[in-house]
């Protein structure tokens, strides 16, 4: 069975950010947050990304969501 590795899509979604110079506020911004904590646990793994915010951030990374996602087989 097909797994999202939530851990793994997080420590992606912090690297691509560190990689493209994007910020937390950025993003935050961007998706229309009033806090910026959805992104930390985001990065945490702990939470992912809702569709519509998966699309917005890999449009920002400049990349697909087949790219951000570690999917485990």
């Not at 930390?40 to 990349?63: Q, S, T, Y």
Request: charged share 20%; net charge positive; hydrophobic share 50%.
């Amino acid at each position: 069975m097909v797994t999202i590795n939530m851990a793994a899509t997080g420590a992606n979604i912090r690297n691509m950010m560190k990689a493209r110079n994007i910020k937390v506020k950025d993003i935050q911004a961007v998706c229309g947050f009033g806090t910026p904590q959805a992104i930390f646990k985001w990065m945490r793994g702990d939470c992912m990304p809702a569709l519509d915010n998966m699309i917005i951030i890999a449009d920002m990374f400049g990349c697909t969501m087949d790219d951000i996602v570690v999917v485990d087989r």
